[in-house]
Antibody, heavy 122, light 108 residues
């Protein structure tokens, strides 16, 4: 059973860097899938942040690209997110998810972590 | 970016009702449309992928249809566990992959 677990610092101050880790269990992150970060502000729809393949190949949402770094640690079966220069607008629940791809179906997010709430506040 | 617009934003229905939720893309997305269900305090759960394919374990009263720009999620007979918020998400072409704003299904 694929399980994902996000971990992070909780509160972050404005202008600082948000750092989150997603630990995957029950499935190797080198097994041919992309892995993504998605966030959801209170009362809003989810927003895709970016995705990474185990080789380090990444896609980012252009709206966040200049502030985002996504990395992978295959030895720990983990992916990580760093978001620089945060503001209150970055307050959200942050999820990691597996992106399944098939040529006939394109991408979809089939396994999700429980999410971690990040609050940006001074 | 491709914008996804869902309608209605909320609806009230009774157990046993047939419920239909619409999702419209701002441009052609072929059949690359996915549906998720989210309950309070939980992560979204994949229901339908590629417009009409039922994810394993999802009950058959839930179905999806559509292609191009217009898509529909149907629950044929609403059950108590179906009261939740539903999101569509497109994965056509290059990212960013975008979600709709959600449709909340409430108990009448």
């Amino acid at each position: 059973q694929v399980q994902l677990l996000e971990s992070g610092p909780g509160p972050v101050k404005p202008s600082e860097t948000l750092s989150l880790t997603c630990t995957v269990s029950g499935f190797s992150i080198t097994s041919g899938n992309y892995w993504g970060w998605i966030r959801q502000s209170p009362g809003k729809g989810p927003e895709w942040i970016g995705s990474i393949f185990h080789t380090g190949s990444t896609y980012h949402n252009p709206s966040l690209q200049s502030r985002v770094t996504i990395s992978v640690d295959t030895s720990k079966n983990q992916i990580s997110l760093r978001l620089r220069s945060v503001t209150a607008a970055d307050t959200a629940m942050y999820y990691c998810a597996r992106m399944y791809f098939d040529i006939s179906t394109s991408y979809y997010f089939d396994y999700w972590g429980q999410g971690t709430l990040v609050t940006v506040s001074s | 970016d491709i914008q996804m617009t869902q309608s209605p934003s909320s609806l009230s229905a009774s157990v046993g009702d047939r419920v239909t939720i619409s999702c419209r893309a701002s441009q052609y997305i072929n059949k690359f449309l996915n549906w998720y269900q989210q309950k309070p305090g939980k992560a979204p759960k994949l229901l339908i992928y590629a417009a009409s394919k039922l994810q394993s374990g999802v009950p058959s009263r839930i179905s999806g249809s559509g292609s191009g720009t217009d898509f529909t999620l149907t629950i044929s007979s609403l059950q108590p566990e179906d009261f939740a918020t539903y999101y569509c998400q497109q994965s056509y072409g290059s990212p960013p992959w975008t979600f709709g704003q959600g449709t909340k299904v409430e108990i009448k």
